[in-house]
């Protein structure tokens, strides 16, 4: 088993619609969960940083997580044709700068207008 | 917030050949940072941890006198790709720990580095 599993996709949906991005991981030690999103040919760009069970907000993002069931969560509302990208979540055991990320494998997503 | 370059952004090169790539942490200090390589259509992997002042901390499989890697101050990390060979043609990343309490890493534009 891998210590991240995320669907690949593709995921497509309309302009408007609200997008679920999800991962599990198994290794009870992350503590520390992001959400990045990666332009094609470009490097990832940090979205969401969270540290604790429940939701954190940000303009149009959320980020979940529930420790207990190993499972974090993006939402995007409202989606627009230029969130389509490929998004990877990604966490780490500690929360110093020197701690390695442990990425999923990436979810393709299109907006269609 | 917190800006990584790397340059250059794309370089081809002919087998044989060595290849530096630049990573800067422009507006801050990094005393860590992270070189990845990305096929397509695939994720991160990650090569090599890059502490300054010491030795990289090279991860499983990854040969280290192939992919040097130093990191002589707080804002600067270069990776030399030394022979390249056509397979090691991909999409090479890097990123900075931003040294805060929770550190958050940030990754740099990559460069796509093709050995023809």
């Known amino acids: 088993q891998k210590e991240v599993e995320q669907d690949p996709g593709p995921l497509s949906v309309p302009e408007g619609a609200i997008v679920s991005l999800n991962c599990t991981y198994s290794?009870?030690?992350?503590?520390?969960f992001m959400w990045y999103r990666q332009y094609s040919r470009k490097g990832p760009e940090l979205l969401m940083y969270t540290y604790s069970s429940g939701n954190k907000e940000d303009g149009r993002f959320t980020a979940q997580v529930d420790k207990s069931s190993k499972y974090i969560s993006l939402f995007i509302r409202d989606s627009q044709p230029s969130d389509s990208a490929t998004y990877l979540c990604a966490m780490k055991s500690s929360g110093g700068s020197n701690y390695k990320l442990t990425f999923g494998k990436g979810t393709l997503l299109t907006v269609n207008p | 917030g917190a800006v990584v370059s790397q340059h250059p952004s794309w370089v081809i090169c002919k087998s044989g050949t060595s290849v530096k790539i630049e990573c800067r942490s422009l507006?801050?200090?990094?005393?860590?940072m992270f070189w990845y390589r990305q096929f397509p259509k695939q994720s991160l992997m990650l090569m090599a941890t890059?502490?300054?002042?010491?030795?990289?901390?090279?991860e499983q499989g990854v040969e280290k006198d192939k992919f040097l890697i130093n990191h002589a101050s707080l804002t600067l990390s270069t990776l030399t790709v030394t022979s390249a060979h056509p397979e090691d043609s991909s999409f090479y990343i890097c990123?900075?720990?931003?040294?805060?309490?929770?550190?958050?890493?940030?990754f740099g534009p990559g460069t796509r580095l093709t050995v023809t």
């Open positions: 290794n009870s030690a992350f503590q520390y």
């Open positions: 990123s900075a720990g931003s040294g805060t309490g929770t550190g958050e890493q940030y």
């Open positions: 507006d801050f200090q990094a005393t860590t």
């Open positions: 890059s502490n300054e002042g010491s030795k990289a901390t090279y």
